[in-house]
């Protein structure tokens, strides 16, 4: 891999030389490998194989997740999402210790290894929201919830230069990996002063499933506003909201 330098950038195919854009710049590569038919059918690529499935696993697992909660993901995530979600996911493919390898499931193996992941790594809400919450997930129910104590804004909060305003916004979202389906409910506060002294309790409630056996994964997370002229704008097109995994609950 090379990278391209110079005032024309190319892209496409010459000789055996491939030109492409990634987030990483302009690249250059020699076209080569083994042949996809022999990766498929010889057995040296056994592990191959089984290394592609579980890839793929994550892959697709990821897509569920990233599909449920896209009403908020939308407003807090970075450029790489899709690629550190789905190498989170492959480590708790990794972990399944009950179906073989090359068949082992993101369900079956420990998904408390998603909780604290970050959707924006340019906003984490471990480091933008200073204060203890409660959440809770009753199974019997579907009802998931949060809780936040009263708290200064100013102090608790790690505002970008330029906020005004904030909100929290909360969700619950069950996901079928085999179906690659999911169902999925938000809650969030009014837009918030940042300057504001003390706020009042916050709870933030959202349902799925009544007594479902399929995985939960409850998020959590902060958007910031400014005022102009008493109109709301997200704070530089919400490139330092933060939204994270506080919990998964599995069957």
């Known amino acids: 891999m090379a990278r391209q330098n ?31 038919s022999r990766i498929a059918n010889d057995p040296a ?23 449920a909660i896209r ?10 999402v899709v690629s550190r979600l789905t190498t989170n996911l492959l480590k708790i493919v990794k972990t399944d210790a009950t179906n073989e390898r090359g068949l082992r499931t993101i369900e079956a193996g420990d998904m408390n290894l998603l909780k604290g992941f970050e959707f924006n790594i340019n906003g984490k809400l471990g480091s933008t929201l200073f204060v203890a919450f409660d959440k809770d997930f009753n199974r019997a129910s579907g009802e998931a919830t949060v809780g936040i104590a009263p708290f200064s804004p100013k102090i608790r909060i790690a505002a970008p230069s330029g906020t005004t305003h904030y909100k929290m916004v909360m969700g619950a979202a069950e996901v079928d990996f085999t179906n690659e389906t999911s169902t999925f409910e938000s809650d969030e506060t ?7 002294a003390d706020t009042a309790v916050i709870n933030l409630t959202a349902s799925v499933t009544a007594n ?5 994964v409850q998020i959590l997370g902060i958007e910031f506003y ?26």
Do not use: C
Request: charged share 25%; glycine share 14%; hydrophobic share 35%.
């Open 6 to 36: 110079g005032i024309i950038k190319l892209k496409g195919t010459i000789g055996d030389i491939s030109f492409y854009k990634t987030g990483d710049g302009h690249l250059a590569r020699e076209k080569g490998g083994v042949d996809a």
């Open 212 to 216: 479902s056996t399929l995985p939960v």
């Open 226 to 251: 400014q005022e102009v002229n008493g109109q709301m704008y997200p704070l530089k097109n919400g490139s330092y909201n933060a939204l994270s995994v506080i919990d998964v609950t599995t069957a």
């Open 45 to 67: 690529f056994q592990r191959t194989r089984e290394n592609g499935s579980e890839f793929g696993a994550a892959g697709k697992g990821g897509k569920v997740i990233r599909n």
């Open 190 to 196: 009014a837009v918030l002063p940042y300057e504001s």
């Open 71 to 80: 009403i908020l993901l939308q407003n807090a995530k970075d450029k790489r």
